[in-house]
């Protein structure tokens, strides 16, 4: 079964350094997702890529975050500088980019800012 | 704003009582609505999905929801957990005038006792 995989899993950094997330959405599937999901919420909308075009990230902060999904396949979350609140897992999804909204959610990547 | 309530935070059952979580959404319009599960050290799957139709959908593992447009609801219920279910329950919406993005209730733990 094809999957999103993501990478690292666990990430653990000291605030003001620089941390890079990577995702492989499934083959073929032309819409991404990073989500962010804080200890006891749910996910939160980061940013959506249409194939190597953003969509939307109204949710991005963007005076640190910033996102590429340069070839259209795979993508880079960045975040620099840290902060403490930036503790969270990081969920990348995608979908064939129908309009049906189904996302296929890779395990996340854990994000420890001391 | 948009958004998705889950009126649950925590629920502890005994094996085989019966289970409902609620979902509500403040969205207008057409929607698609879905139910995904978290078990613990995995990722989000997909564990039912509503776009039309039978307003009674039935998922993986004995679930199944009731879409109620009056009431914008999206209740999960299962007659008879089992300790396998303990699990974290999200429910989201795809408003299709908010752009084919998913949007996530705060989630509902479920444990169940053996």
């Known amino acids: 079964e094809a999957e999103v995989a993501q990478s690292p899993r666990y990430k653990i950094t000291e605030k003001s350094q620089a941390v890079a997330f990577w995702c492989d959405p499934i083959s073929g599937h032309a819409t991404l997702y990073w989500y962010r999901q804080i200890l006891g919420q749910g996910p939160e909308l980061l940013v959506q890529f249409q194939d190597e075009s953003v969509v939307d990230d109204s949710q991005l902060p963007k005076d640190r975050f910033s996102a590429e999904r340069l070839k259209g396949v795979d993508s880079t979350l960045k975040i620099q500088p840290a902060e403490l609140g930036d503790s969270a897992m990081y969920l990348c999804?995608?979908?064939?980019?129908?309009?049906?909204?189904?996302?296929?959610f890779g395990e996340g990547s854990r994000l420890t800012v001391l | 704003a948009q958004s998705v309530s889950q009126h649950n935070h925590h629920v502890i059952l005994s094996e085989a009582a019966s289970l409902e979580l609620g979902c509500n959404y403040s969205?207008?319009?057409?929607?698609?609505l879905f139910w995904y599960v978290q078990y613990p050290g995995q990722h989000l799957q997909l564990l039912l999905k509503y776009f039309s139709g039978d307003p009674l959908v039935k998922g993986i593992k004995g679930f199944e929801a009731e879409f109620i447009k009056s009431k914008f609801s999206f209740n999960l219920r299962k007659p008879s957990v089992q300790w396998s279910d303990t699990a974290e329950y999200f429910c989201?919406?795809?408003?299709?005038?908010?752009?084919?993005?998913?949007?996530f209730g705060a989630g509902t733990i479920l444990r169940v006792k053996s």
């Open positions: 969205y207008g319009g057409t929607v698609n």
């Open positions: 989201a919406v795809n408003a299709h005038l908010g752009g084919n993005k998913l949007v």
């Open positions: 999804a995608s979908n064939p980019g129908g309009a049906d909204g189904e996302l296929f």
